[in-house]
């Protein structure tokens, strides 16, 4: 994760307490850079998000599954011999 620091110097600890702020606020989130934007006795945090993959869930056959890599062969030939729709 990137700190950034505008318009003077910031403790550690203090950026430390801020980001510990957006992890409680945000605790699915990834982080990838924080600007902190020092105005006086105000700071103006920015964040991005980091991007997290995700799988894909579909049903077929009945299952709901991401890939069919654990599907045993009788399950595989249903999947192969079944009728698509298309929409």
Do not use: C, W
């Amino acid at each position: 994760m990137k700190y950034t620091v505008i318009g003077g110097e910031m403790p550690h600890e203090e950026m430390e307490a801020y980001v510990d702020m957006l992890r409680k606020k945000y605790p699915e989130r990834i982080f990838r850079e924080i600007t902190f934007t020092l105005d006086g006795d105000f700071v103006d945090i920015n964040y991005e998000y980091d991007v997290v993959p995700f799988d894909r869930i579909r049903r077929i056959t009945g299952y709901l599954v991401g890939s069919l890599d654990r599907f045993n062969n009788a399950k595989r030939a249903e999947e192969s011999q079944r009728i698509k729709h298309t929409v």
